[in-house]
């Protein structure tokens, strides 16, 4: 039984003297160089200090409500984050005052990986521990990376880039750059971030392919890395591979953020604004294709994630589950407790 949904989210800034306490928030015992620590609060200051994304999960939690209301889902959303207000401990204590006794959770992260989903599960343990007695039960809903609600948008999407684009223009899957030892330990079985990944981009790019009568060539790219320089991460960097591109004469490029639901900072930085410099550089067409944000398949996906029987997946993986097995996503520090898994 469930009594509400709890979209749980990253959070980010809505100011600029949220800034440096956000970053300190998200990267606590993270081992970030101060250098780059400096260089992302310059990301958030250049948008005056505000992320889009938690305007983007209000959007999204209306979008829901709205849903539910016209389709009789008489569940309330709640909504909290990891890293900034409002934060989960305190949806939780909200909820407990409503007379909410078991929730199901949203993630807005849609990969398995340390960072995408046991540190959420983490961070939901200790918010529970913190509230205490009566807080409500969790579960997870399933990932969707491979749901048709959650890839059909980046295709049609993709097929208005591509219209704008050059003929031959290639397919740029972007995702955040992880250590390639959090991706050696992501799923069950290692690897899963990568490898889920590649199917959803394969996925797309067959979509794109058959709608425009002809098939488009695909990579899977990387943006965002942090860490110090000595711990490989996983490449290639967008940046450097639009170079490449440049080099090899591709005629141009629709860039697709894969590894994101909205068009979060990440998005509006490391692509709009650093990507597309280098690919302006290079003289390379590029056009940046939108996340699934409150794109109606998107929202109708979150209901079925909630109240489905048969789960509709496309790919080659197959449906994945909600709670988590043992041994997912391991955290390579040690084991912390976590909720929404068997470990
Ligand atoms: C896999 C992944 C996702 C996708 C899944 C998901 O969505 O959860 C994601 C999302 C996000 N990451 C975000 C912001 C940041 N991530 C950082 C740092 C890091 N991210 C990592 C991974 C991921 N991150 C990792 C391995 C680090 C290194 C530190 C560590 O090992 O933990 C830092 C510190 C500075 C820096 O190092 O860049 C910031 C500020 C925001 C908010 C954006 C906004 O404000 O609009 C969002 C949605
Ligand atoms: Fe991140």
């Not at 250098?35 to 829901?64: T, W």
């Not at 949203?106 to 599960?121: E, M, W």
């Not at 199917?199 to 965002?224: H, K, N, Q, T």
């Amino acid at each position: 039984m469930t009594d509400a949904l709890l979209l749980v989210s990253f959070g980010g800034p809505e100011k600029p003297d949220d800034v440096v306490p956000f970053l300190e928030n998200v990267t606590r015992g993270r081992g970030i160089p101060r250098e780059r620590l400096v260089e992302v609060g310059q990301h958030y200051f250049q948008f005056g200090g505000k992320s889009p994304i938690n305007d983007q999960c209000r959007a999204l939690k209306a979008a829901i409500e709205a849903d539910f209301a016209a389709r009789g889902v008489s569940l309330p959303v709640y909504w909290g984050n990891r890293n900034w207000d409002p934060y989960l401990a305190d949806t939780l204590r909200q909820m407990r005052a409503d007379g909410i006794t078991s929730a199901a959770c949203l993630f807005t992260s849609a990969y398995a990986s340390y960072s995408g989903c046991r540190q959420y599960r983490e961070n939901l343990a200790a918010a529970v521990a913190e509230v205490g007695e009566g807080a409500p039960e969790l579960r997870r809903l399933p990932h969707y990376f491979n749901r048709p609600g959650f890839l059909e948008p980046f295709v049609d999407h993709t097929v208005a880039a591509l219209a704008e684009l050059p003929a031959g223009s290639r397919l740029e899957f972007v995702t955040h750059s992880i250590p390639t030892a959090m991706n050696d330990a992501a799923g069950p079985n290692g690897g899963a971030y990568v490898a889920e990944h590649l199917d959803a981009a394969g996925v797309i790019a067959a979509g794109v392919g058959e709608r425009i009568g002809r098939p488009v060539e695909w990579e899977l790219v990387y943006c965002s890395r942090s860490g110090p320089p000595s711990q490989p991460w996983l490449e290639p960097d967008v940046n450097d591979h639009l170079e490449t591109l440049a080099k090899d004469g591709v005629p141009g490029v629709a860039v697709l953020p894969i590894g994101f639901v909205s068009d979060h900072m990440e998005v509006i930085y490391d692509l709009d604004t650093e990507a597309k410099a280098t690919a302006e550089q290079v003289d390379l067409p590029f056009r940046r294709v939108p996340t699934p944000g409150v794109d109606p398949r998107f929202v109708t996906m979150v209901r079925e994630l909630v109240t489905e029987a048969e789960p509709v997946v496309l790919g080659t993986i197959g449906p994945r589950w909600g709670d988590c097995p043992a041994g997912c996503c391991a955290n390579l520090r040690g084991p912390q407790p976590a909720l929404c898994g068997k470990d």
